[in-house]
């Protein structure tokens, strides 16, 4: 099973910036479709930001756009999450996961086979 490891989260003030790390085996980075999601309590996982192989494309869920940026250093095997402009409601465990082919929408979680342990990420008003 491969691993993907998150860092990154913490408590923020609404407003402020937090910016999420996800390592892995760096041949994923190159061939795999990577992706954010998060979970808050008592909510179904949702996606947050996705971005293609090679980086040539990325998609975001319409309550971050603006916001939040996702990348990835290939050469290292970590993909990013920049989030910026924090609001209390996204308070969530934040997963990164791959999937080696997208079949229908890179932000759903059914197309995801690995995953991360998550990170929290807290937001206080």
């Known amino acids: 099973q491969e691993q993907l490891v998150e860092s990154g989260g913490g408590s923020v003030q609404a407003g402020g910036s937090l910016r999420l790390s996800c390592t892995g085996p760096?041949?994923?980075?190159?061939?795999?479709?990577m992706a954010w999601f998060r979970q808050a309590p008592g909510k179904e996982r949702e996606g947050v930001a996705a971005?293609?192989?090679?980086?040539?494309?990325?998609k975001y869920a319409a309550f971050v756009k603006g916001r939040f940026t996702t990348s990835q250093d290939i050469p290292k095997g970590t993909l990013y999450l920049q989030m910026n402009s924090l609001k209390p409601e996204d308070s969530a465990i934040y997963y990164c996961a791959a999937a080696t082919k997208v079949r229908t929408d890179p932000l759903r979680a059914a197309e995801y086979t690995y995953w991360g342990q998550g990170t929290r990420v807290t937001v206080s008003s």
């Open positions: 971005i293609s192989p090679a980086s040539v494309t990325t």
């Open positions: 760096t041949y994923m980075f190159g061939n795999h479709c």
